[in-house]
């Protein structure tokens, strides 16, 4: 990941992250934005037009806004280390930073499984200190070194929360991969336990068993995650846990609940409530400060109302307060900042009279009966529209802007400014609190406030009207993100939407709950789907979509509906569980739709999506009928941009269909005319950039045709546009499909091991089910050529689960591969039998490209059955020349040449052999270190020198003829 370094300030354009000395600096967008402009170009001279196009795009504003921007940056920075300004002012053209500039950071694959280096975290921001948790903090941070499972456990209101994010601050600087901490309160539903672990980790899930991306993911990392409230979904944290812990040495988790998660090797910390003075003391104000709970009390007001101050008259009230609140840091958090309205004594008073709310509560652990009363008192102090509020606040899982809590809350023909004022009195009484960040200030209540508010919710009997402002304000919400995420940049649009999801599937939650309102679920899932794709939760998008594209919900979706759900549905069902044949089912469906509703659109990407189910099924006929349907299509629409990149698909089905000629007129036609996209919905339309996907394609045509050096070069390319998009996707065609598979056939074993050791770090943190097998594919491929047999196994298993999800691209080359492999290794009977395999998914899928290597393989087979069998070895030989030379495959021509070059030499044909090999060799131009044409150059010399000791023999004859006569030579 990229950073910027300048004096003692890091800044890390990606996540919008800008920290002093290693302590966040709080900034508004608009300026940080203005930074990141600066800081690309340093020392350059950046027009005040071109600042305010990035600050504020389509959007017209007067150029004071940017110069107040720059004077709120300029205050932020302070001064350089040498007394200067950072930024300079070019008068009447822009600003200018001059500041040296330390620009780090990889962004290739291997970067990829660094990415989450020593220091990094998502811990949020404490706005208070940690007090009386000293002894706490100490004891549990020589248990996580002990133990890689710890769980602190205690009542609601304890402190466990704040405890263990203290710990975790403590620890950011100590693991390699970081601590990164999840937060399942929001989390209601246990099957969505996994997925916000993965989404914690920042993993991109494209598997259906997320929690076995997890495990792979972890396996080799070292970090602390945080699991925080796990008490109502206890059973999925066991299930995540246990096979995590048991796969993963250097993991350790902190967790805290209310009971114990009972897995192996739990380690438990019961945190007792804050130590209160003894009762009946008489205590000065110096001795009750020694108590946490008096500690916290004091500190907590004196933030509340800068009148309050501890004295000794007021120390026994404290204190007396501190023991009815049981030492509850939450409790007494409420409680104190009610002394801005009432004395110390009149606060007592109050709380003393709370016993009725304990009535009838039996059965439970006395400190919920104290928070229970807390909170109890807290909500009768409250003016009822501020009651009001709260109860319907209580609707929000996740933070939630004062936009959010206006539009849900407030009555049709109310005035927004009472919701305003009643939220800012909620947060004064500490009963909402606040998240200030770089996009604005969002809200939230605690979850022990929430619960119980939700509970004065249902008594109110509006739960299900408020419920249902919440789902009709979060598709309005929807709308507009995916409006707004063509034009924002990525941090400030995943900044303000990104954490919506808990609300979305609270509210999908209550549609579909006794079907409470179907209609509204429906077009929620719909307006989920942009936020599961550009959140990289691809299985929760799969099942929920699934959901809803059941017989019972048909009646509630539109055509737009079931268009737009069979689509996301075959994208996610590609990328989590293969080509299934339901892939192409919901593609075909989703087109029937878009033609209907004569969507150009759409049709175009659900034939993009057919045209890559038919590629990765290796039906490439069917490939290139959908491509030629795009090109019309394309043409009839005059849409240019969709008729010059169907050139990659037309390429790519003819490289595999073994015309190289017509693929390379394609390939190289749309990278000269591509013209690269304005907006990301262009982007997302073709699902990674198609020129560089184009540029790999023709890479392996250009090696087929017998360019080794020009090929490596183009692959090279490839890689680094691919490293440059810092795409998931792209990332892992250029090395899985390109850049690898040519370090392998050229025999660059060392370059080959550089990538996939990236590469597999790559998709185990995607958790890219399909990618995980084809990179085995190829690790096994380097292990067999490094003379390892474990790779015949390797190398089988990943061909199986590929073909067990109809994935058959590049199987059969893989597998011919495997029965080489299996005849190099002694077992000539096992390689016939995969070699007849390979040969028979070539012919049938269309995978033509690699036959005249298969039938190279079956001849090698059949010579090393018996050196007495020629005739059908010569034959096959023979028919992999010619089907080579008739596709352009120069390089296949060289690998049957040199084989049918050796058998001759085994059988006495030498007269043959040197005369099958030097042409073929002759017309290479390049590549003469690579691997095969280095083995065709010691054949050659090999066989020069044996002609010429045929040469001396026959002269030494002729003179011993000469010389005796008689003599037979």
């Known amino acids: 990941m990229r950073s910027c370094a300048f004096g003692p300030y890091v800044l890390i354009p990606e996540r919008q992250s800008l920290t002093r000395d290693q302590t966040t600096v709080r900034i508004g967008s608009r300026a940080l934005e203005i930074l990141v402009a600066l800081l690309e170009r340093p020392g350059e001279l950046v027009g005040k037009a071109e600042l305010v196009s990035r600050a504020w795009p389509d959007t017209f504003v007067e150029e004071s806004n940017l110069k107040v921007n720059v004077a709120a940056l300029r205050r932020v920075l302070g001064s350089a280390p040498d007394g200067s300004q950072y930024i300079a002012t070019v008068s009447g053209r822009g600003y200018r930073f001059v500041f040296p500039v330390r620009i780090s950071g990889e962004t290739d694959a291997s970067a990829t499984a660094k990415s989450q280096g020593s220091g990094a975290h998502n811990l949020p921001v404490s706005v208070t200190r940690l007090v009386g948790r000293d002894n706490a903090v100490d004891a549990i941070l020589c248990a996580v070194e002990a133990s890689r499972l710890l769980t602190i456990v205690g009542p609601g209101g304890v402190g466990k929360t704040r405890l263990a994010l203290a710990i975790a601050d403590r620890l950011t600087g100590a693991y390699e991969h970081g601590v990164w901490f999840v937060d399942l309160a929001t989390v209601n539903d246990a099957a969505l336990v996994p997925t916000s672990i993965a989404t914690a980790l920042g993993l991109r899930i494209h598997s259906a068993n997320i929690k076995a991306a997890i495990t792979a993911f972890t396996a080799d990392r070292e970090f602390v995650l945080v699991l925080d409230n796990c008490e109502h979904v206890v059973e999925a944290v066991a299930a995540c846990v246990d096979p995590l812990l048991a796969s993963s040495a250097r993991v350790r988790i902190l967790a805290t609940s209310r009971e114990p998660i009972r897995v192996l090797g739990e380690q438990i910390y019961r945190l007792p409530p804050l130590e209160t003075p003894p009762d009946g003391s008489k205590l000065s104000a110096a001795r009750a400060l020694t108590f946490p709970a008096v500690e916290l009390f004091v500190e907590r007001a004196a933030g509340s109302t800068s009148e309050f101050e501890l004295s000794d008259e007021n120390a026994p009230v ?117 998240e200030r960040g770089a996009f604005g200030t969002q809200y939230r209540l605690l979850d022990t406030t929430r619960r119980y508010a939700l509970q004065k919710l249902g008594e109110s009997g509006e739960s299900g009207s408020l419920r249902q402002r919440h789902a009709e304000h979060l598709l309005d919400l929807a709308q507009r993100a995916e409006a707004e995420w063509k034009i924002r940049p990525t941090a400030q649009w995943l900044a303000e939407y990104g954490r919506k999801m808990d609300d979305i599937r609270g509210a999908l939650g209550w549609a579909f709950s006794e079907d409470c309102n179907i209609g509204i679920g429906v077009a929620l899932t719909v307006a989920a789907l942009p936020f599961w794709e550009h959140l990289s939760l691809v299985e929760e998008c799969r099942a929920g979509v699934e959901i809803v594209l059941g017989d019972r919900f048909a009646n509630f979706r539109s055509a737009g509906d079931e268009m737009k759900l069979q689509f996301a549905y075959a994208t996610a069902l590609l990328h989590t569980r293969g080509p299934l044949p339901e892939v192409k089912a919901a593609w075909t469906a989703a087109l029937a739709c878009a033609e209907a509703l004569h969507d150009t659109d759409y049709t175009l990407r659900c034939l993009w999506g057919l045209c890559d ?136 074993l060392a370059s080959a091991e550089r990538l996939l050791v990236g590469i597999e770090a790559h998709v185990a943190e995607h958790a890219m089910t399909v990618w995980c097998a084809m990179s085995r594919c190829l690790r096994a491929d380097w292990l067999l050529q490094s003379g390892d047999a474990s790779g015949l196994v390797m190398l089988r298993g990943a061909i199986d689960e590929l073909l067990a999800v109809d994935f058959r691209m590049r199987c059969p080359f893989y597998i011919g591969v495997y029965a080489a492999d299996l005849g190099n290794h002694g077992d000539v009977d096992a390689g016939r039998v995969a070699i007849e395999e390979a040969i028979a998914l070539s012919a049938s899928a269309g995978e033509i490209w690699c036959m005249p290597e298969l039938l190279r393989v079956k001849a090698d087979l059949l010579s090393k059955e018996s050196a007495r069998r020629t005739a059908e070895p010569e034959a096959l030989y023979t028919q992999a020349l010619d089907l080579a030379r008739r596709q352009g495959a120069l390089s296949w021509e060289l690998r049957a040449a040199t084989s049918l070059a050796e058998h001759w030499l085994r059988t006495d044909q030498g007269v043959k052999a040197a005369a099958i090999l030097p042409p073929v060799y002759g017309r290479f131009n390049n590549g003469f270190y690579t691997r095969d044409l280095v083995r065709a150059r010691k054949l050659l010399n090999d066989m020069g020198a044996a002609g010429k000791r045929r040469v001396a023999a026959a002269s030494v004859a002729r003179r011993a003829k000469r010389t005796h006569p008689g003599l037979e030579p």
């Open 318 to 434: 404290v204190a007396e307060i501190c023991r009815r609140l049981d030492g509850l840091a939450l409790a007494i958090e409420l409680a104190a900042p009610r002394l801005e309205a009432f004395s110390t004594r009149e606060l007592l008073e109050i709380l003393s009279d709370q016993s009725h709310v304990l009535s009838d509560r039996r059965g439970r652990d006395p400190r919920h009966h104290t928070l229970a009363a807390t909170l109890e008192w807290s909500y009768s102090l409250l003016v009822e529209p501020e009651r009001v509020l709260l109860q319907r606040l209580s609707v929000f899982a996740g933070a939630f802007s004062l936009e959010s809590a206006c539009a849900v809350a407030v009555d049709k023909g109310r005035a927004r400014s009472e919701c305003i004022h009643a939220v800012a009195n909620l947060v004064a009484k500490s009963l909402v609190s606040t």
């Open 613 to 748: 189910y038919f590629t990765w099924t290796g039906d490439h006929h069917s490939a290139l009928v959908i491509a030629e349907k795009i090109r019309k299509l394309a043409i009839d629409h005059d849409d240019l941009d969709a008729r010059n990149n169907v050139d990659r698909q037309t390429g790519t089905a003819l490289r595999y269909l073994g015309e190289l000629a017509e693929a390379q007129h394609h390939l190289e036609r749309m990278i000269v005319r591509y013209i690269p996209p304005v907006a990301r919905s262009d982007i997302a339309r073709f699902q990674l950039d198609p020129r560089s996907a184009a540029r790999g394609t023709l890479a392996n045509v250009t090696w087929l045709q017998g360019h080794p050096d020009k090929a490596v070069a183009m692959a090279q390319r490839q890689l680094e546009e691919a490293r440059a998009a810092q795409h998931a996707l792209a990332l892992c065609n250029a090395v899985v499909h390109t850049t690898c598979p040519i370090a392998l056939l050229t025999g660059d």
